[in-house]
């Protein structure tokens, strides 16, 4: 007869999902949340299994997967199958997908609508906008629907032909008031986290210090409430970037580029594949 121990340790173990909430926990529990971006199935399953605790669908699938210079050219359909196929390998990380470039400024109508289709078609679990008061018509229309929104200020890429640099921002006195009342703004109006991009530390500390709501840092110092990058950045898949900000923790490019001359060597002398490597 099986025992009470035998029936716990058959039972399925239950992940626990991340929501907005637990974010908020681990915020006032001053536990750093750890975020990285995703584009793809293989990749969101390692990412998950290694425990982390968002994914972000981040518009710069224009960049590390399409190849464009920028991150405006993706559209939102583009944006919704990376999301699917993140979606698909997800058990634990909450899942937050970028609003590209078009789908959300300056009308809040074709926001909610643009929010609406990703959750809708693609299953994640919240939306990310770039900008503060400017856009909070678009972010009010979104959250009322009840879809959680997650903002983005500092360096804004879909901004980019504005300010024209990818150089650090607010480190003027008038920009960084502008920010820290957006922060507040963008906490007022419901959102459930913030990142802050290439801004000061100092900037970002204060920041983080003054809202309830998590910042997520990139480029702004140790005092955010989480760090997110880019993954193809951390691995070491793009090369020839190298901002202050990041840190590698692979050197993919160079490690998959020498499997794959190792791979061309074999095949062109005839050792691939080899007796036991046949039918
Ligand atoms: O698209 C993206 O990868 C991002 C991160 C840099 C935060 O927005």
Redesign the pocket.
Known sequence: MASKSDDMSTAKKEVKRITVHTLHGMKAQGEKISML?AYDFSMAKIFDAAGIDVL?V???ASNVMAGHET?LPITLDQMIYHAQSVIRAVKRALVVV?LPFGSYQGNSTKALNSAVKIMKESGAHAVKLEGGSEIQESIIRILSAGVPVMG?LGLTPQSIYKFGTYTVRAKEEEEAKKLKEDALLLEELGCFGI?L?KIPAKLAAEVSESLKIPTIG?GAGNKADGQ?L?SHDLLGITKDFHPRFLRRYMELFDEIKGAVEHYIKDVKSMDFPGPKEQY
Do not use: R
Request: glycine residues 8%; proline residues 0%.
């Open positions: 971006t972000l981040g518009d710069s991150t970028d983005h990142v991009e990139i997110v880019v």
